[in-house]
């Protein structure tokens, strides 16, 4: 071993060193890498789950509001049998929602007769039988009417179908329970049309060219084979349409024609449980009663929302479920 | 050949009848509505002019513009996008890249969906109790927008999941074969080949908030204000409250005032969901995969 080898070898070793360092380098580097990535995971994970915290603080703060309210004053009885809704009254204060619960039911009855029909035809024109050209122009012209501001549908209501209700019906004021209806069932047309879109085009291939295979008419082949296999998606869509029609603040406000009452017909005028908070919130005093009471209408509607929503998720849920398995 | 006997032919009349009371059920949705915007441009447009635009209103809302509903509509909007956007895509990101299979994930899937099926008037509520009362944010536009943007945030996190997962999954294999990590794989191969989608899906959002009224009723929005807001803690009027307003609360406004307020709440919100599809349109055809 000469003087040569010797320092090659100690070259190599400090190498080796050098190349260790470079891994201890890199290994120190990685796990700063990793411990960002960690933190910027966290982050991602809490946006995340940002929406379960949202819907359990809408539910938490209009709890809290409506709280003393509750814990006092409410009954249950009252809230739901009485017709009289009286935060103002001068002999008897009353908080009696039935009148406003029947209101948003017979609204959103009368925009459910029109809107399903309605809704469920077109989407199975529109999937089934419809010309590629026509249909991207009647889908565009359907979704459009989704992007139509609620407020502006009242506005509609109001200047158009007001007058038209006059002129048809010879009634003095056009705004009641079928205006808003009509309204209504343009607002959710949109969503029930699309839904069913989805819940067409997801029934397999298979199915409907086993059915054209038996020698089954285009419209033999909807009736029994496609409706019947898109059953949950068509329930999920009204379900949703449903949801939409009573959550509807605005438009409902401005068609309905701010009378509480219970009603006997479709020409009569009436008030929503949604249109009543969003009337009177104004100018009930902050903390007081009446402001109490219309957070408690504010709870029933989160909690109507959320039971639709439930029932409808599971729908759609078990579909998806049913088509991997 | 096939004989056509009755029942064959009477298969066919009902094929026949049906395909024209469906596309009966069809026309009679697109007419009206054609009617209906129709009206609104026939009767809205001869009012609008540039001192429409560009004016206060003026003797009690029944003459003059809407400058200052519009700017305060643009405040709502700029800030309620700034808070909902990052917000809801790290949330897409994180249901679409990360989330496992589980009861977690399934709660966050339900919790989007009841956020987006709760009704408006239960945010305004909401966002009283939360933003105006307890962060003490006051009737301002912060509050509103604080509104708008847990209002929007379902139609972001929903648009850009979608997005996100319509980048092909080899993308990312080949990433992380590459040695990059999982969030270097997202801040470099995903997001660049989704950017467009969410972006489609931002925009869109931006129409929504636009619109709505009963959220901000309580939360931000005046009746009347002579002045531009200075800050966000100040109040604003906005376009679709002061079209709330003048159809309403004020009387003996002129036909064509609200009709041309009606036109270009409907034009902004359509103008922004045009430039949403032409967005979607142009990166669908020069999609590189």
């Known amino acids: 071993m000469n003087l040569t080898d010797v320092t090659q070898k100690r070259g190599a070793i400090s190498d080796m060193e050098k190349s260790k360092n470079n891994v201890k380098e890199i290994l120190r580097k990685k796990r700063n890498v990793i411990s960002s990535e960690k933190m910027i995971e966290t982050f991602i994970f809490l946006c995340g789950i940002s929406s379960i915290l949202f819907i359990f603080s809408i539910f938490v703060f209009i709890f809290k509001e409506a709280y003393p309210f509750l814990s006092t004053r409410f009954e249950l009885k009252e809230f739901f049998l009485s017709p009289q809704w009286m935060p103002n009254g001068e002999a008897k204060v009353e908080y009696g929602g039935m009148a406003l619960l029947m209101g948003t039911v017979a609204v959103t009855f009368v925009s459910i007769c029109l809107s399903v029909p309605l809704g469920m035809g077109a989407a199975i024109f529109i999937s089934e039988f419809c010309p590629p050209r026509l249909r991207e122009i009647t889908k565009i012209i359907i979704e459009s009417l989704a992007a139509i501001p609620s407020v502006v549908w009242g506005f509609i209501a109001i200047t158009m179908i007001n007058p038209l209700l006059i002129a048809v019906f010879n009634i003095p004021v056009g705004l009641n329970v079928l205006n808003a209806g009509i309204i209504l069932a343009f607002m959710s047309i949109p969503v029930i049309v699309s839904l069913s879109e989805d819940a067409f085009r997801s029934v397999p291939t298979s199915f409907i060219e086993a059915g054209y295979a038996m020698g089954a008419t285009r419209f033999e082949v909807i009736r029994r084979v496609i409706i019947p296999a898109a059953k949950k998606g068509l329930i999920a869509a009204i379900l949703l349409g449903v949801g939409r029609a009573v959550g509807e603040t605005m438009a409902v406000l401005m068609a309905s024609g701010h009378s509480i009452r219970i009603v006997s017909s479709v020409m009569e005028p009436t008030r929503t449980l949604t249109a009543t908070i969003a009337a009177e919130l104004g100018e009930s005093p902050k903390g007081g009663e009446h402001y109490q009471a219309l957070f408690t209408i504010g709870l029933a509607l989160f909690t109507i929302s959320f039971i639709i929503n439930f029932l409808a998720s599971r729908l759609i849920g078990k579909k998806r479920r049913g088509k991997k398995g | ?289």
Not at chain 2, 53 to 80: C, D, Q, R
Not at chain 2, 246 to 268: E, F, H, K, R
Request: hydrophobic share 50%; aromatic share 12%; with cysteine.
């Open chain 2, 1 to 289: 050949m096939f004989q056509q006997n009755e029942l064959i032919k009477k298969k066919y009349v009902t094929e026949r009848l049906v395909k024209a009371i469906l596309g009966l059920m069809t026309f009679a949705l697109i007419i009206p509505t054609l009617l209906i915007l129709g009206t609104l441009v026939v009767k809205g447009a001869p009012a609008i002019s540039f001192d429409f635009i560009f004016t206060y209103p003026e003797k009690g809302m029944t003459a003059g513009g809407i400058f200052p509903a519009l700017v305060g509509t643009i405040w709502l909007v700029v800030i309620s996008l700034l808070l909902t956007c990052p917000l809801g895509i790290m949330a897409a990101i994180y249901l679409s890249e990360y989330a496992p299979d589980n009861k977690l994930t399934r709660m966050i899937n339900l919790a989007i969906l009841n956020l987006a099926g709760v009704p408006s008037i239960v945010h305004a509520l909401f966002g009283l109790g939360a933003f105006v009362l307890f962060f003490k944010f006051g009737t301002s536009i912060l509050a509103a927008s604080c509104t708008l943007a847990v209002m929007n945030l379902p139609v972001v996190i929903a648009s850009t999941r979608e997005s996100l997962q319509s980048v092909p999954q080899s993308f990312r294999m080949a990433s992380l074969n590459c040695g990059a990590s999982r969030w270097q794989t997202i801040r470099y191969v995903v997001l660049p080949n989704s950017i467009s989608g969410i972006l489609t899906g931002v925009i869109f959002s931006v129409s929504r908030a636009a619109g709505e009224t009963a959220p901000i009723l309580f939360t931000g929005a005046a009746f009347y204000l002579p002045f531009l807001p200075s800050d966000v803690f100040s109040q604003c009027m906005a376009l679709s409250m002061h079209l709330f307003t003048i159809s309403t609360q004020v009387v003996g406004v002129p036909d064509s005032y609200p009709y041309a307020t009606a036109l270009v709440l409907i034009g902004v919100v359509f103008l922004v969901n045009t430039i949403s599809v032409g967005f979607r349109y142009y990166f669908r055809k020069h999609r590189k995969w």
